[in-house]
């Protein structure tokens, strides 16, 4: 192996918005080397505190673009460079940030307002004086003897003593990814206990206010500090180093600019915020009719049922049709659903069986990815014991194909279909546009799921719902993806909760479990507590693994359990579309982190098995047998969800709840919106009934209040509710969207002395209030007000 770093700077230039300089190299362990060589290094600037660096090994590639495409407009605002030369260094400046590049001898480093946000690692040795990670830096290898090639690039950057960075997709350990080494290549991790996932991203967020993005499809790892604790090391596959570099005071902020650049998912339809129900699989139609009329006679709401591949012939999949024996007359079952207010969902995989006639259809036509010798490529073991070839999305008529026989199916009824796999190109497979595995890994997922998408589009779906599970790069735009296959163990479903946390710190905010875990069959115990966080605490809600997954399977008390936390997910549903459209807007995650909102908060950062549920909702999960876990409250002061009990934040506590409870709590000054649940979210939405949990009024007269910005679905806005305690009057004022029925304030001793609604002033009763009227709950300290009249339950009361 030859590498070769980066020593010097023979040249440079300056234009508006970036800074181009010829570097000479230092290179060790070849036997010749040519002293003239040099290459570029570029860096554009997007905006005051957005640049782009570039390293090229091979300059004279006239394909050495990036391979991914970013809405550069999003971030782009208007950048004056300036540059100064003073001891062998360039300065290189921005309103925002400044660069120092040595010239004589080389280095880089990033400051913001004086500070050192990043900086090349050159100096980090042994006490021999050997280096323990290389900066920036290329490695050949030889191949046929003599000649050279290039195998990767990479550099090395500081890695601060207090220094915590988070991302990388949807990675199963520790949230915080310091003294890990991080693989970004899409795989199939086989469970939930590694580093391995269907979905990465290279990508990190240093609590040090900068996010970086490696600006690659090929495989890349990271090295935070293991092998150097000072140190992070950056490897990339290929020729080219690229990396996208950004700034911002706060973790969200990270990920508002690297959604931005990279995409953002439109908000899903509501009815996918639903339960949807499956398992591995109903195979007959009579099963699946049997699951829906159950499902509504036990009144648990659900929205979607899912067929696994048995909709399918099974020795001949995928060839994306029917097995009318099983199911017969498709369209009047799929109608027949649709009168009881059920979405169906169906299973592919990107293969073709090699018993399927389609598979030497699709070899003739030259719509499978080939070995390299002009035959496709035959994998075994692709799901069970199938063989098959892969579909080659690159190829304009294989995606014409894929995407007429979805149309069809949507156009038939089909609401949504489960995107499974898409992890299995070989590197040495070769796609018609005549890139290898190496390269098209990464990218393979995003053409299976745009060609499906595109075809639902062309059904007329304005908002194309696909159920994913790999992904890359901005792959975020495509709603919904989950955390597939994990073990029946309370273990699986610990490390399945911290794949979700870390891919929401990655840009992709909506998610789902499999309810009760893939493999084996779980306890009722482990099915009650895996459903309670599923149900009550992420985007979207699906039941899956390879037994039966309906609630009746588990037991009475396991179903009214379950059934109960449906419900409630019902109740929230205003809540959880309006994170819905902000994730669409801000690219912020449904399901939060700690570290997200109370990134100042040391004990926060270390958290990874509770999170919250958008901002005013602490989750946190039984991940282990029998109640008891310990519970750390953020600074505030925090309300319990069941109880109303309140506690004081900044501290632990030691919960032991029954089975039918899960911990959750209310942030104080919060605002919660509701509705009343029902079976299915077609129809009427009904009105919104509002949980306002002021905060203990202390030792001032300051007004108390409590917020929420409301996704009003009808105008397409979020609307400000607000609720105010004028303390020194006791005086309360609310403003409220016209869809508002009812509010339940709560932390009043004592009545207050006036209340009025949208400048309204409303009436004091004793009881049952009525449009216009007020009343107060001495033993629980709760005002109810009643806005408008309403015929359905007030889930409040």
Not at 382 to 390: A, F, H, P, T, Y
Request: net charge negative.
């Amino acid at each position: 192996m030859v590498t070769h770093l980066v020593s010097a700077v023979d040249s440079y230039s300056l234009s508006d918005a970036a800074v181009e300089l010829q570097c000479r190299l230092e290179t060790s362990g070849a036997a010749t080397t040519d002293d003239d060589r040099t290459v570029p290094v570029r860096i554009r600037f997007y905006a005051p505190d957005v640049f782009r660096f570039e390293m090229l090994s091979t300059p004279e590639n006239p394909t050495a673009g990036s391979p991914i495409s970013y809405d550069i407009d999003a971030v782009r605002r208007p950048v004056s460079l300036s540059a100064t030369e003073s001891d062998g260094t360039l300065r290189v400046e921005t309103t925002a940030l400044s660069l120092r590049i040595g010239l004589e001898e080389w280095a880089f480093e990033v400051r913001a307002d004086g500070d050192r946000l990043l900086r090349e690692r050159r100096d980090d040795r042994t006490a021999k004086g050997e280096r323990r990670t290389q900066p920036l830096r290329f490695v050949e290898e030889e191949v046929n003897r003599w000649p050279l090639r290039v195998t990767e690039t990479g550099t090395a950057f500081g890695l601060g003593p207090d220094e915590r960075v988070f991302g990388l997709g949807e990675k199963f350990t520790d949230l915080d990814k310091r003294g890990r080494v991080i693989e970004s290549w899409v795989t199939q991790p086989n469970g939930t206990e590694t580093e391995f996932a269907h979905k990465n991203v290279p990508l990190y967020l240093s609590t040090r206010g900068y996010g970086l993005l490696a600006d690659t499809a090929r495989k890349t790892t990271f090295d935070f500090g293991a092998s150097s604790s000072g140190t992070i090391d950056l490897r990339v596959e290929g020729d080219a180093l690229r990396f996208f570099f950004f700034t911002g005071d706060r973790l969200k902020e990270l990920l508002r600019r690297y959604t931005a650049l990279t995409g953002r998912p439109h908000r899903p339809e509501r009815w996918t915020f639903g339960v949807w129900m499956s398992r591995l699989s109903y195979q007959s139609r009579d099963e699946l009719e049997s699951v829906a009329e159950t499902l509504r006679e036990r009144e648990i709401p659900c929205d979607v049922l899912h067929v696994d591949p048995y909709w399918m012939d099974i020795e001949t999949i995928c060839d994306l049709a029917w097995d009318e024996d099983a199911f017969p007359d498709p369209e009047a079952m799929i109608e027949s659903l649709a009168d009881r207010g059920f979405k169906l969902s169906l299973w592919e995989y990107p293969y073709v069986r090699v018993d399927s006639p389609l598979f030497e259809e699709f070899a003739d036509r030259g719509y499978l990815v080939e070995d390299g010798t002009g035959s496709p490529y035959v994998l075994s073991r692709l799901s069970v014991d199938d063989r098959g070839g892969i579909v080659d999305f690159t190829d304009p008529g294989a995606r014409e194909w894929w995407a007429e026989r979805h149309r069809e199916l949507a156009e038939s009824g089909v609401d949504v279909f489960k995107l499974d796999f898409g992890e299995y190109l070989p590197r040495d497979a070769v796609l018609s546009n005549g890139k290898t595995g190496a390269a098209m890994r990464n990218r393979y997922p995003r053409l299976y799921y745009e060609t499906v998408q595109d075809a639902l589009r062309a059904a007329g779906r304005e908002r194309p719902t696909l159920w994913v599970r790999s992904g890359w790069i901005g792959d975020q735009v495509f709603p919904i993806h989950w955390g597939g296959d994990p073990d029946t163990t309370f273990e699986a479903m610990a490390a399945n909760l911290r794949g979700g946390l870390s891919l929401g710190l990655s840009g992709y905010p909506f998610w789902a479990t499999d309810i009760g875990g893939f493999r084996g069959e779980p306890t009722p115990e482990l099915y009650v507590r895996w459903a309670q966080w599923g149900l009550l605490g992420t985007s979207h809600a699906r039941f899956h693994g390879t037994t039966p997954r309906e609630p009746w399977h588990f037991g009475e008390d396991a179903e009214a359990i379950v059934r109960d936390y449906a419900k409630e997910r019902y109740r929230l549903l205003p809540y959880l579309y309006t994170y819905a459209e902000r994730a669409a807007r801000t690219g912020l995650p449904v399901m939060r982190p700690l570290v997200l909102e109370f990134e100042d908060d040391p004990a926060a950062r270390a958290i990874d098995t509770q999170y919250l549920l958008g901002e005013e909702l602490l989750i946190a999960p039984i991940l282990r047998p029998g109640g008891r876990r310990e519970v750390y409250l953020p600074e505030g002061e925090w309300v319990d969800y069941w109880s109303g009990a309140r506690y004081d934040g900044g501290r632990s506590l030691d919960v032991d709840v029954p089975l039918d409870t899960m911990p959750a709590y209310v942030r104080a000054g919060s605002i919660v919106p509701y509705r009343t649940w029902t079976q299915h979210l077609d129809g009427d939405r009904g009105p919104i009934h509002l949980r306002v949990e002021f905060g203990s009024s202390g030792e001032t007269a300051a007004p108390r209040e409590a917020t929420f910005e409301h996704f009003d679905a009808g105008a397409d806005e979020l609307v400000s509710v607000t609720a105010v305690h004028a303390t020194a009057s006791d005086s309360v004022t609310l403003d409220v969207p016209p869809d508002v029925a009812s509010a339940r304030l709560r932390r009043f001793d004592d009545p207050p002395a006036a209340l009025a609604v949208n400048d309204d002033s409303y009436e004091r009763v004793a009881d049952d209030p009525g449009p216009g009227e007020w009343t107060h709950d001495a033993a629980d300290g709760a005002v109810q007000v009643t806005v408008a009249a309403t015929d359905g339950e007030n889930p409040l009361t």
